[in-house]
């Protein structure tokens, strides 16, 4: 990893399906003060809809995965939380970003000296009527 701030996601192989079907679905529920876990009407609802028939731990899986990801958005609120995503800032390789930073500026002198040689040649061939 660059550590630049990579997403640690883990791998869900056979069961991939699954976040597509939590993503269709919609993720959490709405409620009076925010977002719920999806309710087992909902999902029954969604199968009859999308034409899916859930295993009862697929039905289970799908709804533990609303409840954790409202969690997860609970906790994140909190300052000290560290971000789901990378390394700690703290933790970042300060020579891989001054590198990245460094050829970024180099790329932009390039690219802005090349327009000045470029418009200098454009207004020395130029006919100025008035000379």
């Not at 700690?88 to 300060?94: A, G, I, K």
Request: hydrophobic residues 40%; proline residues 7%.
């Amino acid at each position: 990893m660059a550590l630049g701030g990579e997403p640690l996601l883990p791998e869900v192989g056979e069961v991939s399906y699954l976040l597509r079907y939590w993503q269709d679905i919609g993720l959490v529920g709405s409620g009076a003060m925010g977002p719920v876990r999806l309710s087992a009407l909902e999902l029954m609802a969604w199968q009859q809809g999308s034409c899916v028939t859930l295993a009862p731990w697929e039905f289970a899986v799908l709804r533990e995965m609303s409840a954790q990801y409202i969690n997860s958005l609970h906790e994140a609120s909190k300052p000290e939380c560290p971000a789901p995503y990378g390394e700690p800032l703290h933790q970042l390789d300060r020579d891989v970003i001054q590198k990245k930073v460094v050829s970024q500026f180099k790329a932009f002198m390039l690219a802005q000296s090349g327009q000045s040689i470029q418009s200098t040649a454009n207004s020395s061939t130029e006919i100025h009527p008035c000379k």
